[in-house]
């Protein structure tokens, strides 16, 4: 069976600091990937998804960028942390039309 | 990105009540996914619909595919108190998802 992992769970970053949040799927290959961050429990926004290795679209023009250096690896990474960049970010990956969430990171900027 | 029109915002419900929500777009979708959200974790996906008309069960939830592929309901009987939590819907055409607004509900014991 597939399962998503994230880390870390948590975090809590000074503003202007680096951010790297890793995800990986295991169980399948070739997924395609994705990356979501919510505000407030509601409202997904997407920011970027993948549909292979080095091949990522954005979303939403942001100080985040994003990153698939293996098949089952999707990685969210920011230069410059912002404090509205504090949120809840998923990963998740899809296979034919559904799709499936990780646990999520929970990050504070302060 | 596209959003689709969910409602109810929220809704406080008595246990044992049943639950019905829907979920409107402008677009055709060609599936209709239901998720459920704990607070803390990531969305679990409850039910995929992927013909109009269709309608589908998963225990106590059934949701059906609309008609027109422009919308999806979902209904709970007999609520129980770990049915709380955020009930997102989403439309797919294939590679692209997009969300709901989500539903909270509360199972008042």
């Known amino acids: 069976s597939q399962t998503i992992h994230q880390w870390p769970a948590t975090l809590v970053q000074p503003v202007g600091s680096p951010l790297s949040l890793e995800c990986t799927v295991e169980?399948?290959?070739?997924?395609?990937l994705y990356w979501y961050r919510q505000a407030a429990g509601r409202g997904l926004q997407l920011l970027f998804y993948?549909?292979?290795?080095?091949?990522i679209s954005s979303e939403v023009p942001q100080n985040l960028s994003a990153s698939r250096p293996q098949d089952r690896q999707f990685i969210l990474s920011s230069k410059k942390l912002l404090l509205s960049d504090s949120g809840f970010y998923l990963c998740?990956?899809?296979?034919?039309?559904?799709?499936?969430f990780g646990p999520g990171t929970r990050l504070t900027v302060t | 990105g596209q959003q689709l029109n969910q409602s109810p915002q929220s809704m406080f419900i008595q246990e044992g009540e049943d639950v019905s929500m829907n979920c409107t777009s402008s677009?055709?979708?060609?599936?209709w996914l239901w998720y459920k959200q704990d607070p803390g974790e990531g969305p679990v996906l409850l039910i995929a619909?992927?013909?109009?008309?269709e309608l589908t069960s998963n225990g106590r939830l059934t949701a059906q595919f609309g008609i027109t592929r422009k919308d999806s309901f979902l209904n709970i009987s007999a609520s129980i108190p770990s049915d709380v939590g955020i009930y997102f819907c989403?439309?797919?055409?294939?590679?692209?998802?997009?969300f709901g607004t989500g539903t909270s509900l509360t199972v008042i014991p």
């Open positions: 998740a990956w899809g296979m034919e039309v559904k799709q499936y």
């Open positions: 169980g399948t290959s070739n997924p395609n």
């Open positions: 993948s549909v292979g290795i080095g091949q």
């Open positions: 677009s055709i979708f060609n599936t």
């Open positions: 619909l992927y013909k109009a008309g």
């Open positions: 989403a439309g797919s055409t294939g590679n692209q998802f997009y």
